[in-house]
């Protein structure tokens, strides 16, 4: 043990136990702080470190309580009653949580590593932790390199002068435990990597989320232009922290998509989202479609929506369907009278040029003459027309057999005049344009397919999702999802903080931020539109080469409320865009950023796969249940401190940070829009005051 040891020694180790070791103080100590050659250390606070040197290394032990043996006290001065401990044998109750070993090849360095293997002797002195032991144990030494500005791999050439500072750690707080030590997160591990940050309401979940991401831009030299962060900001809380940015380095930029742009915004500021874009699974969503009985008809639907804009293919799509369908209702068991009506009836809606009321037709009978006209009972000769032949008198149609004959007949190539032989319903594929008040009649036409086979009831089976999709149609705040305009390849753009340069042929990185504001949108389109986003973001990515090097980050606000877990949407598919993404993203370079204030309620695939977690305050015992599952390397000591964790403080741990460490968050400037409403200034006021209404 060296000179500088042997001045931090604060006792000795008494008993030993496979997970927890006990250190008697030395004699005199009275308020558990020894004035070092640097500072005053304190040794005896609950979470703190103290250092256990063994051999050549050094065993890294968690305070975990602190007591004193039973002695008789006494009182030195009767008159202030002032109790005295100094004589009494103090311990502390610490748990061995890992290492500094000699890093090979580094002479004097020191790295950490989790766990302990190797237990110490008794009576092995115990010393008060130093600040350079922190720095190594929270990986924060000697994290900035210089970036060349030739952007050269590795360190410069001796005739380079580059100055830009590359940072690979991030301050955001300081500890609650050690005064004034900054707290810093690895950035290639946090922002490399899925993370959650969970807490009550009003714990400071925004403000840490805002705080971070302002401290990231804070570095000026060669700043963090390079970055993507999309928020889904489900409460419209963001803008008011991000609008400062480009103050702090004119390089960097925000977007803010909304639904309902302020004055000040242009076009490019409006939020859409065109329906074509969406995918089966995401209409399905939409639409809250049933899997056994309406997915198979928006599936037929979809498909046709895009040919529908196609005359010519889709007159024969519709003209195979309304043959098929009128050849079977003329087959059926039902009664002349409602034969007539049913098919009048498709006809007015669907009729098209080939085949209306008004139609007349032809054909070769079995013996090849031409039959133009058939006989109507007492009504005499008609001339065949589609009209006529469904003409019902004294309960009779004897110009159906005319027009079955017809609708399967063929021409003079052999071919059948409308029903196509191995006819296939064109299959749905995501971005093919289609208007989206043509979705209804596609669905009718859908369903009239459906009941030409047979099936005379699903029509009532999906009466519900008709009833959704008119109602979309209709409503004002789905404006946005019926939009035309656009391409996948210039709204992928859009979303990455993209710009192309349309003379020079290139596409160059604008926007830092893009935030999309939720905030006036129901829970249930608001999953839908995170589902839609997050999936086109996911192909946008793929797409860029070389691959992975464009990293995006995803920012999560209220996660809770559209990547839940429960079962009865799991059936849907589309929300399983988060479970891929979170499986996946990070071999592509998208990585989930996660708010919430219930983890219980969280899909626990996603949160399975967040490899960091900052916790502010958790009361709930049913989410305070989960932390406990998903940590079982923080001891019992930090998690019991949870319910009472304060305002802007928390609880970090994961892959960004060696150790678990609680921490003031940094104050973010300027904050979200979440404050805390102030009931006492806002209650009393002066009677009729004004009020301002949107």
Same mark, same amino acid.
């Given at each position: 043990?060296?000179?500088?040891?042997? $001045?931090?020694?604060?006792?000795?180790?008494?008993?030993?136990?496979?997970?927890?070791?006990? #250190?008697?103080?030395?004699?005199?100590?009275?308020?558990?702080?020894?004035?070092?050659?640097?500072?005053?250390n304190y040794f005896a606070q609950l979470n703190s470190y103290i250092v256990i040197p063994y051999q050549n290394f050094y065993i890294i032990?968690?305070?975990?309580?602190?007591?004193?043996?039973?002695?008789?006290?006494?009182?030195?001065?009767?008159?202030?009653?002032?109790?005295?401990?100094?004589?009494?044998?103090?311990?502390?109750?610490?748990? +061995?949580?890992?290492?500094?070993?000699?890093?090979?090849?580094?002479?004097?360095?020191?790295?950490?590593?989790?766990?302990?293997?190797?237990?110490?002797?008794?009576?092995?002195?115990?010393?008060?932790?130093? %600040?350079?032991?922190?720095?190594?144990?929270?990986? #924060?030494?000697?994290?900035?390199? @210089?970036?060349?500005?030739?952007?050269? %791999?590795?360190?410069?050439?001796?005739?380079?002068?580059?100055?830009?500072?590359?940072?690979?750690?991030?301050?955001?707080?300081?500890?609650?435990?050690?005064?004034?030590? !900054?707290?810093?997160?690895?950035?290639?591990?946090?922002?490399?990597?899925?993370?959650? @940050?969970?807490?009550?309401t009003g714990s400071g979940k925004s403000c840490t989320i805002a705080s971070i991401i302002q401290g990231l831009f804070t570095y000026k030299?060669?700043?963090?232009?390079?970055?993507?962060?999309?928020?889904?900001?489900?409460?419209?809380?963001?803008?008011?922290?991000?609008?400062?940015?480009?103050?702090?380095?004119n390089d960097l930029k925000t977007r803010f998509l909304s639904l309902k742009p302020d004055e000040d915004q242009n076009d490019e500021d409006?939020?859409?989202? +065109?329906?074509?874009?969406?995918?089966?699974?995401?209409?399905?969503?939409?639409?809250?479609?049933? /899997?056994?009985?309406?997915?198979?008809?928006?599936?037929?639907? =979809?498909?046709?929506? &895009?040919?529908?804009?196609?005359?010519?293919?889709?007159?024969?799509?519709?003209?195979?369907?309304?043959?098929?369908?009128?050849?079977? @209702?003329?087959?059926?068991?039902?009664?002349?009278?409602?034969?007539?009506?049913?098919?009048?009836?498709?006809?007015?809606?669907?009729?098209?040029?080939?085949?209306?009321?008004?139609?007349?037709?032809?054909?070769?009978?079995?013996?090849?003459?031409?039959?133009?006209?058939?006989?109507?009972?007492?009504?005499?000769?008609?001339?065949?027309?589609?009209?006529?032949?469904?003409?019902?008198?004294?309960?009779?149609?004897?110009?159906?057999?005319?027009? $079955? !004959?017809?609708?399967?007949? @063929?021409?003079?190539?052999?071919?059948?005049?409308?029903?196509?032989?191995?006819?296939?319903?064109?299959?749905?594929?995501?971005? $093919?344009?289609? !208007?989206?008040?043509?979705?209804?009649?596609?669905?009718?036409?859908?369903?009239?397919?459906?009941?030409?086979?047979?099936?005379?009831?699903?029509?009532?089976?999906?009466?519900?999702?008709?009833?959704?999709?008119?109602?979309?149609?209709?409503? +004002?705040?789905? /404006?946005?999802?019926?939009?035309?305009?656009?391409?996948?390849?210039?709204?992928?753009?859009?979303?990455?903080?993209?710009? !192309?340069?349309?003379? %020079?042929?290139?596409?160059?990185?604008?926007?830092?931020?893009?935030?999309?504001?939720?905030?006036?949108?129901?829970?249930?389109? #608001?999953?839908?539109?995170?589902?839609?986003?997050?999936?086109?973001?996911?192909?946008?990515?793929?797409?860029?080469?070389?691959?992975?090097?464009? +990293?995006?980050?995803?920012?999560?606000?209220?996660?809770?409320?559209?990547?839940?877990?429960?079962?009865?949407?799991?059936?849907?598919?589309?929300?399983?865009?988060?479970?891929?993404?979170?499986?996946?993203?990070?071999?592509?370079?998208?990585?989930?950023?996660?708010?919430? %204030?219930?983890?219980?309620?969280?899909?626990?695939?996603?949160?399975?796969?967040?490899?960091?977690?900052?916790?502010?305050?958790?009361?709930?015992?049913?989410?305070?249940?989960?932390?406990?599952?998903?940590?079982?390397?923080?001891?019992?000591?930090?998690?019991?401190?949870?319910?009472?964790? &304060?305002?802007?403080?928390?609880?970090?741990?994961?892959?960004?940070?060696?150790?678990?460490?609680?921490?003031?968050?940094?104050?973010?400037?300027?904050?979200?829009?979440?404050?805390?409403?102030?009931?006492?200034?806002?209650?009393?006021?002066?009677?009729?005051?004004?009020?301002? =209404?949107?």
């Amino acid at each position: 043990m060296n000179k500088d040891d042997k $001045q931090r020694v604060i006792g000795k180790i008494v008993t030993i136990s496979s997970d927890k070791f006990t #250190v008697e103080l030395l004699a005199g100590i009275e308020n558990f702080n020894i004035n070092g050659f640097d500072d005053i250390n304190y040794f005896a606070q609950l979470n703190s470190y103290i250092v256990i040197p063994y051999q050549n290394f050094y065993i890294i032990a968690e305070v975990a309580g602190v007591r004193e043996k039973d002695s008789p006290a006494f009182v030195t001065n009767p008159k202030e009653q002032t109790l005295s401990k100094i004589f009494s044998g103090k311990f502390l109750d610490v748990l +061995p949580i890992g290492s500094l070993k000699l890093k090979t090849g580094h002479s004097g360095e020191y790295e950490f590593e989790f766990g302990v293997s190797i237990y110490p002797p008794l009576y092995t002195d115990a010393l008060y932790i130093h %600040q350079r032991e922190l720095d190594t144990i929270f990986n #924060v030494a000697n994290q900035e390199f @210089i970036k060349c500005e030739n952007d050269n %791999q590795g360190d410069c050439a001796e005739s380079c002068h580059c100055k830009n500072q590359i940072y690979k750690t991030l301050p955001i707080g300081t500890s609650s435990i050690f005064p004034d030590y !900054k707290i810093k997160v690895d950035i290639d591990k946090f922002f490399g990597g899925h993370a959650a @940050i969970l807490g009550n309401t009003g714990s400071g979940k925004s403000c840490t989320i805002a705080s971070i991401i302002q401290g990231l831009f804070t570095y000026k030299d060669y700043s963090a232009t390079g970055s993507t962060f999309v928020f889904f900001d489900v409460n419209g809380e963001y803008k008011q922290a991000f609008s400062k940015i480009s103050e702090i380095d004119n390089d960097l930029k925000t977007r803010f998509l909304s639904l309902k742009p302020d004055e000040d915004q242009n076009d490019e500021d409006d939020f859409y989202l +065109p329906h074509w874009f969406l995918t089966i699974e995401e209409w399905a969503l939409l639409l809250q479609a049933t /899997e056994r009985t309406q997915l198979p008809i928006l599936r037929n639907a =979809l498909g046709m929506a &895009p040919v529908f804009s196609k005359k010519e293919d889709f007159e024969a799509i519709k003209n195979h369907i309304l043959s098929t369908c009128i050849s079977e @209702i003329l087959r059926s068991s039902q009664s002349p009278g409602a034969v007539s009506v049913r098919i009048t009836a498709i006809l007015l809606k669907f009729g098209t040029k080939d085949i209306n009321l008004e139609t007349a037709f032809s054909y070769r009978d079995d013996e090849g003459k031409l039959v133009k006209s058939f006989i109507h009972g007492t009504l005499g000769k008609k001339d065949l027309t589609i009209k006529n032949a469904i003409h019902v008198h004294f309960a009779s149609m004897p110009g159906g057999e005319h027009l $079955q !004959k017809w609708l399967n007949s @063929i021409d003079e190539q052999g071919k059948r005049l409308f029903i196509m032989d191995n006819f296939k319903m064109p299959v749905y594929q995501p971005y $093919q344009k289609f !208007k989206f008040e043509d979705l209804e009649q596609v669905v009718d036409l859908a369903l009239l397919y459906e009941e030409a086979h047979g099936n005379n009831q699903i029509r009532e089976f999906n009466s519900s999702m008709v009833t959704r999709l008119k109602s979309i149609k209709d409503r +004002p705040d789905f /404006e946005f999802l019926r939009q035309e305009k656009g391409s996948e390849e210039s709204y992928k753009r859009k979303l990455l903080g993209l710009i !192309k340069r349309r003379r %020079q042929g290139v596409t160059l990185k604008k926007f830092q931020i893009i935030n999309i504001d939720l905030s006036s949108l129901e829970d249930e389109i #608001v999953e839908v539109v995170s589902c839609v986003i997050t999936r086109i973001l996911y192909e946008a990515v793929k797409e860029i080469e070389p691959r992975n090097t464009y +990293p995006v980050n995803l920012v999560l606000e209220e996660a809770h409320r559209y990547i839940g877990g429960h079962v009865q949407t799991n059936f849907l598919r589309a929300n399983g865009i988060f479970d891929r993404v979170a499986k996946e993203g990070r071999k592509f370079g998208l990585f989930l950023l996660i708010s919430s %204030q219930r983890p219980s309620e969280l899909s626990k695939t996603v949160l399975s796969q967040c490899s960091n977690f900052i916790v502010h305050r958790i009361q709930n015992p049913e989410d305070l249940s989960h932390i406990r599952q998903i940590t079982p390397h923080v001891s019992e000591t930090v998690l019991r401190r949870m319910p009472s964790i &304060p305002t802007q403080h928390a609880l970090i741990f994961g892959h960004c940070v060696n150790l678990p460490a609680t921490f003031k968050v940094n104050t973010a400037d300027p904050r979200p829009k979440s404050d805390n409403n102030k009931i006492s200034e806002n209650w009393f006021k002066i009677a009729n005051h004004e009020v301002n =209404l949107k």
